[in-house]
């Protein structure tokens, strides 16, 4: 259950402008405010089921977002390789590692 919050959590951080204001809203209680589905339901005076199948729907949006954009995958893939970056800067000079990764660092921030 953890291992799927947190994939939920990553999908919502990049999506989340994609999402409509009830999923973006129903997420946020429910996978970041830890909000129980009764809890939601009385909230918004729906019953659980429908807050249930809420969530689900914007959970399968998300997926369908990221299937296609795959923004997820290549932020993950990056992370790897700065990784991988960083155990071979070990062996470097301190300011070549602090340049490389500074390089490296303003490169994942390019969209």
Do not use: W
Request: hydrophobic share 35%; glycine share 2%; net charge negative.
């Amino acid at each position: 259950m953890l291992e799927k919050t947190n994939r939920i959590n990553l999908l919502f951080d990049f999506y989340e402008p994609l999402l409509t204001e009830k999923q973006r809203t129903f997420l946020e209680l429910y996978f970041h405010d830890d909000y129980s589905l009764g809890e939601i339901a009385e909230n918004f005076e729906i019953s659980r089921q429908a807050v249930y199948e809420h969530i689900k729907r914007a959970e399968q949006t998300l997926q369908e977002y990221e299937n296609k954009l795959k923004l997820l995958h290549k932020h993950e893939q990056r992370m790897i390789i700065r990784k991988e970056l960083d155990q071979m800067l070990e062996a470097c000079e301190p300011e070549l590692k602090r340049k490389t990764s500074e390089l490296f660092d303003t490169m994942i921030g390019i969209d």
